[in-house]
């Protein structure tokens, strides 16, 4: 409580109207306008901005990883082939693996949520929109370093996890490695600062009313993954650190030879890389359970029994990275418990499923191009964590690890939890994105073909699997069984990929010609749909009131206390504002003064990501000049600033300002 | 509803105490950072533990320097402690010597930290127990470091005004970061240091 | 380049409808049990989505429907799916409790040590002259449990026969247990499975199992050092100057550690961990080529004049 109402400190909020238009409105375009060309282009924080370039971004890696698989499944459409030597097959599987789950799986999902947050939440920006443009410059930094290796042949090659002693310096000898470390290091940083943004975002900058229990599920999903990333993030630049340092400086973690300790490596590998695959499903998910009820036109069944299980699998997902290393050896005893954490993660996912099939029973389904793809989606959902359940025995792991069996597991949930739900996304939102409708006809046909392509490119490869062919093979002998399988494998690889095809040129032309999308296009329910397509970049011309958990049906649903407010709120002009409230309850709490648009992310992501150069290269100097520049630019950044009200307001100060 | 919308209370604007954005995401940092050492200190106990040699294999650590090295670190984090409450109370003068204080502690545990590593006869590929030892303590003199720096900053922008017993949140922020550090290097002390006599 | 199996094999690693063992026998019957309830459950999720999207609705109002009902469905969709699951985890305890552990003592221990990209092999006895080393082709006696002790000698491999038994990774620094029972006289083929490198393809194994009689036979025959050619023969001077190095043969001067002990190198099946099969034309091609044929490997390709290649098949020809 403050003693008195300084006006730079403490105020009582205005509120009121500001339709499009009017005075009120035109002062806040221009107080959040960022500068046109390339100067607005480096130096702005809008939200939204960031989203989409890292869903052009991720898109990018998608299609480089996708590549990389058609050229793979050339190779291996037939026994014997001799397309790609081994060394070159090698860096493929490897890099279509750290492209796929690295820079394609979150940041896809982190561009999603990133532009979505805000407008679901009734927010005019994130907690930090300066942090949010230097998780991407560190994003699209470290996926150039990534793939810089590749036209030198130097990409890295011992499989995206990486296993020593076959990627320690005795055995992998250039550079491809100390890449793949120093890039996920670099990586990790991004991922880092990009996940604390999210948590305080939900915890501190929803609109007013909007108690923990009205936030979407696609929320819940990102704050849940996020959480685990802060935690689990660490651990993986951790063992990559240490590795950079085995290999560099001679030092012993995971040197057999000298007391170090190969099984090392996989379970801080596993401890990351288990929580890391909820990560990059669970808001996936939350996609599906918000954009689902839609076509359904009713809301989803058990949105508390669903946010939970969202929350119980993240968490048990830190508590079974052991089923990655059941053939290790580990005593008996441990493998039980770990097999049995690893079955019992499937039944919040259970919950999940039984809701997406009851909401859609009971409610009246819309076959449109997205809600193809969220029934599509509950399919091979199912078909992956049936596949999951029974590598979770452990006895029958033995047999199953390590074969196509697994591969066919993974690429089910991968594809299936996270691409499906993101194109089916794509389709939901890019009205909202582009002020344009997708076109409708060509995205049916999309559907299909993907779906009918992805079915017969994966669900050979359980066969493969039983018949016992193994993972990371560049090639097989002809009487193995095989053959049929692995052609039918790369025709329906090639179908999927023409659907993905379609999506793109669907994409493409209807960013000029699609017809144009009005606010609400799909009669959805929340506040996103209750702004232009695309949105001004304030987002909210006022801060609304929120009485329920679907905003806009409010008309025929009556769940809270009273309706809404959506065009009268909290004009919040002062600057660049928005309203802070509390965490639970959503109370008003504090006026936060956002920040203009600024250089420092970038010249912060940049020398940041060329110390990582430096060290790569050995250039110590260089990589020290690179740190001095990044310090600089974080103490800039840091610097408190009166228009942010982090310093008091200027009072000339006498000697001994002591007695104020 | 309505009662939220009818506010004669004001509210506070912008970085106020712990309600500032970035309180909270420097809480988000200890807790990433706090794994990245829960980790470190998981390795040292998963290879010690199956080391087949004497461990640690130059014989059990000195504790003399380590147990100072303690000491100041504590004091370090007591004077921020006093120069952030020194501030609250308007102190100006007894704010900055505490914080010069803190900074003057924390530098020389920085040094006595290079000396102990002076005095180990070989370096961190030496053996195992080196490579965890120097990554373990360099983990946190790195943290150490940029704690100073954090604190000089403050110390400037405290002497240049900029802060007064309302608006001081970098002031609290920082100093939390600087508690944190203190906290990890009991960790780190205990392990490195106190284990080997217990096992 | 893999001319690896036989007329007539056919799918030599299909553990999911054979096994010849009680190390994979329950985790055969498990895998089948657990794939009858996956694809039952499947079939029934499939039917609920499709009643849910097919099945006639009132007509529609233009409105949104209201928020009840639903969570039933829920509730024992998820309790129905518990309870099945905690029979299939009890299940999978209990099998792997059955194959955890031999059921009687091993009558036979090896050492198997993985190597890029080929298989040691060693046979041992308290009295240390029966000891004896080979390469990629393990014999047992039929009807005995084998214990096998894995190692690695440089990165991590895993040891998979699957027809036998699940895998094990062989880690350096580590020695794993893996035990296996050959129920019915057979040849049994096993496959690397642990991502180590270039040749990760091409390092295969086979267990043959025999009945006691012949397995004494062979062991017999293994023990006994080579009978090679006299010092003066021309081939087994090309032996020495170029193979010596890294391969041995028992009962001579080569003593070589890097590569596969080749003291009755033609009493086996197959050469380069399976990748061909043990022919004399086959042999000089791998001395020649190897590099050809898989790329990578750590043999070279030999760079020999026709007499010197001619002698050196000879020589190696005696190396029953």
């Excluded at chain 1, 493969?464 to 093979?473: D, E, F, H, I, N």
């Excluded at chain 1, 109370?587 to 060329?610: C, N, Q, T, V």
Aim: proline share 7%.
């Amino acid at each position: 409580m403050t003693d008195r109402t300084d006006s730079p400190l403490a105020r009582i909020p205005e509120t009121g109207r500001a339709p499009s238009g009017s005075d009120a409105e035109t002062r806040l375009a221009r107080l959040w306008a960022t500068e046109p060309g390339w100067r607005g282009w480096l130096s702005t924080v809008d939200h939204k901005t960031i989203g989409l370039r890292y869903l052009v971004t991720a898109f990018l890696f998608l299609l480089l990883g996708g590549i990389e698989a058609l050229i793979m499944r050339l190779q291996l459409a037939r026994p014997d082939q001799t397309l790609l030597t081994p060394e070159q097959y090698n860096q493929l599987f490897t890099m279509h693996g750290v492209t796929m789950i690295f820079l394609y799986a979150l940041p896809v999902l982190s561009g999603f949520s990133n532009y979505l947050w805000p407008l679901m939440l009734g927010s005019r920006d994130m907690a930090f929109p300066r942090l949010n443009a230097l998780s991407y410059w560190l994003f699209l930094f470290a996926g150039i370093f990534l793939y810089a290796s590749f036209p030198l042949g130097q990409a890295p090659n011992g499989g995206w996890f990486n296993y020593v002693p076959l990627t320690d310096r005795l055995y992998d000898t250039g550079p491809n490695i100390d890449v793949y470390a120093l890039g996920m290091v670099l990586l990790g940083i991004s991922t880092t600062v990009g996940s604390v943004n999210f948590i305080v975002t939900l915890f501190r900058l929803r609109a007013p009313g909007m108690s923990i229990g009205r936030v979407p599920i696609l929320v819940w999903g990102t704050l849940t993954a996020s959480v685990a990333n802060v935690f689990a993030v660490p651990v993986v630049s951790l063992a990559f650190f240490m590795l950079w340092l085995d290999r560099q400086f001679g030092t012993h973690f995971f040197d057999a030879v000298n007391g170090g300790k190969p099984l090392l490596w996989q379970h801080l590998f596993w401890m990351f890389g288990h929580p890391w695959v909820y990560v990059v499903v669970l808001p996936a998910m939350g996609i599906v359970s918000d954009a689902l009820p839609t076509f359904c036109r009713r809301p989803l069944v058990g949105y508390a029994p669903v946010a939970l299980s969202t929350m119980a699998t993240m968490l048990l997902g830190f508590g079974v990275w052991i089923h990655h290393m059941f053939a290790t050896g580990l005593p008996a005893l441990a493998l039980s418990f770990f097999g049995a954490t690893s079955m019992v993660i499937s039944i919040p996912s259970a919950v999940a499923v039984f809701a997406w099939i009851a909401t859609i029973w009971l409610g009246r389904p819309v076959f449109n191009t997205p809600f193809l793809f969220f029934a599509g989606f509950v399919l091979l959902f199912v078909i992956g964590g049936l596949s999951g359940v029974m590598t979770a025995a452990v006895p029958l792991d033995f047999q199953l690890n390590e074969t196509y069996f697994v591969v066919a597991h993974l690429h089910y949930v991968l594809l299936g939890i996270n691409v499906f739900p993101v194109v089916g996304g794509i389709y939901y939102w890019f009205p909202k994105f582009f002020g344009r409708m997708l076109n409708e006809t060509l995205g049916k046909w999309s559907f299909w073909v993907m779906f009918i392509g992805f079915n017969a490119g994966f669900f050979p490869m359980h066969i493969a699997g039983l018949l016992g062919m193994p993972r990371r093979v560049y090639t097989y002998a002809p009487n193995m069984g095989w053959n049929t399988v692995n052609l039918i494998m790369s025709v329906g690889a090639f179908v999927f990929a023409f659907g993905i095809l379609l999506f793109l040129v669907n994409v493409l032309a209807s960013l000029r010609r699609g017809a144009p999308a009005a606010e609400n296009p799909w009669a959805a329910p929340t506040l996103e749909w209750a702004m232009p397509s695309p949105p001004p970049a304030y987002n909210f011309a006022v801060i609304p009131i929120i009485a329920s958990r679907h905003p806009l049906w409010e008309d025929w649903l009556t769940e809270g206390e009273g309706r809404s407010s959506l065009e009268t709120g909290y004009l919040l002009m002062e600057g660049r504002e928005t309203l802070g409230t509390t965490p639970l309850e959503a109370r008003p709490d504090i006026i936060l003064k956002m920040p203009e648009d600024s250089y420092a992310p970038f010249f912060l992501g940049l020398s940041g990501s060329l110390i990582f150069a430096g060290l790569l290269l050995h250039a110590w100097g260089f990589a020290g000049l690179m740190a001095a520049a990044a310090g600089l630019a974080l103490i800039a950044w840091l610097w408190p600033s009166r228009a942010l009200a982090q310093r008091v307001p200027a009072i000339k100060p006498d000697k001994g300002v002591a007695h104020v | 509803m309505s009662e939220i919308m009818r506010l004669d209370k004001p509210l506070p604007i912008g970085s106020e105490g712990k309600r500032a954005g970035g309180w909270w995401g420097l809480l988000a940092l200890i807790v990433t950072e706090g794994a990245l050492f829960g980790y470190l200190l998981f390795s040292y106990f998963y290879l010690a533990s199956q080391a087949r040699q004497h461990w640690p294999p130059e014989g059990l650590p000195p504790l003399g320097t380590a147990s100072l090295n303690t000491a100041i670190l504590l004091a370090s984090s007591g004077f921020v402690w006093a120069g952030e409450r020194c501030l609250r109370r308007r102190r100006l003068q007894w704010s900055l010597a505490s914080m010069a204080a803190a900074i003057l502690l924390g530098a020389a545990f920085v040094l006595i930290q290079f000396g102990e590593w002076e005095h180990k006869h070989y370096d961190m590929a030496a053996h195992l127990y080196n490579s965890l030892y120097f990554t373990i303590t360099g983990f946190h003199l790195l943290h150490v470091a940029v704690g100073l720096v954090i604190l000089l900053l403050l110390l400037l922008w405290t002497a240049l005004g900029y802060f007064d017993g309302r608006r001081h949140a970098p002031v609290t922020i920082g100093g939390v970061y600087w508690h944190f550090v203190d906290v990890v290097w009991l960790f780190v002390f205990t392990t490195l240091y106190l284990t080997p006599y217990l096992f | 380049m893999s001319i690896a199996l036989s007329e007539g094999e056919i799918a030599p690693l299909n553990y999911f409808l054979h096994s010849y063992g009680p190390a994979s026998m329950p985790t055969l019957h498990l895998g089948w049990a657990f794939a009858s309830i996956v694809v039952t459950v499947f079939l029934i999720v499939a039917a609920l989505l499709s009643v849910a999207l097919a099945h006639k609705r009132r007509p529609d109002t233009g409105g949104i429907d209201s928020d009840e009902g639903g969570l039933r469905w829920v509730y024992i969709g998820t309790g129905i799916s518990t309870c099945i699951l905690l029979g299939m985890a009890v299940y999978a305890l209990l099998t792997l409790n059955a194959v955890a552990r031999p059921p009687q003592v091993p009558a036979l221990t090896l050492t198997v040590t993985g190597y890029d990209w080929w298989w040691k092999v060693e046979y041992e006895h308290d009295d240390p002259a029966l000891n004896f080393v080979t390469a990629n082709e393990i014999h047992i006696p039929v009807g005995a449990p084998v214990l096998i002790k894995l190692k690695s000698a440089d990165v991590i491999h895993a040891f998979w026969v699957p027809v036998l038994a699940g895998k094990t990774q062989m880690i350096p620094g580590l020695t794993n247990r893996q035990w296996l029972k050959a129920d019915a006289a057979g040849v049994y083929r096993g496959e690397c499975t642990q991502y180590c490198g270039l040749q990760h393809a091409h390092m295969t194994l086979e267990v043959i199992a025999q009945s006691p009689a012949e397995f004494r036979q062979w062991q017999a025959a293994q023990r006994r050092r080579a009978v090679p050619p006299p010092a003066g023969d021309a081939g087994r001077k090309v032996f020495m100057d170029h193979c010596s190095g890294c391969h041995s043969i028992r009962g001579t001067e080569a003593v070589g550690a890097h590569a596969p002990d080749l003291t009755h190198l033609k009493s086996r099946r197959l050469i380069a961990a399976g990748t061909l099969t043990n022919t004399p034309e086959h042999r000089a091609q791998w001395i020649a080529h190897a590099q050809e044929i898989k790329p990578g490997a750590r043999m070279p390709s030999m760079v020999l004049s026709p007499a010197e290649m001619a002698a050196l098949s000879a020589f190696l020809s005696t190396l029953d």
